[in-house]
């Protein structure tokens, strides 16, 4: 049984920052979704291992996320949080090494999610 685990999540104020981490990240291609009140989960970021990522359109440059190897964990770094950030953000991991996607559907493993509160 695969177990991803995220930590980081917490209570911020608009334009600060977290940083989340997802164990383990030995997948080929590995992601970040959240699940914001009254939307469906959505893709935020995503990486595989030949250094390719993606983003969601809303990120905007605000967030990070890489691979750290020495730690096997998964790091997605936020900047400037906004209150419309707030939700529950997991983690993912594909069995495949493929294109770094932001559609759930292509993802075989999930954590149980990393709370995120931003107040205006």
């Known amino acids: 049984q695969v177990q991803l685990e995220e930590s980081g999540g917490g209570s911020v104020q608009a334009g600060g920052s977290l940083r989340l981490s997802c164990t383990p990240s030995?997948?080929?291609?590995m992601g970040w979704f959240r699940q914001t009140p009254g939307k469906e989960r959505e893709g935020v970021a995503a990486l595989n291992n030949l250094g390719r990522t993606n983003y969601g359109d809303f990120v905007k440059g605000r967030f990070t996320i890489s691979a750290d190897n020495a730690k096997n964990t998964l790091v997605l770094q936020m900047y400037d949080l906004k209150p419309e950030d707030t939700g529950m953000y997991y983690c993912?991991?594909?069995?495949?090494?493929?294109?770094?996607?932001?559609?759930?559907?292509?993802?075989?493993?999930w954590g149980q999610g990393t709370q995120v509160t931003v107040s205006s």
């Open positions: 993912a991991a594909r069995r495949w090494l493929s294109s770094p996607f932001l559609e759930r559907i292509y993802y075989d493993y």
């Open positions: 030995e997948y080929p291609t």
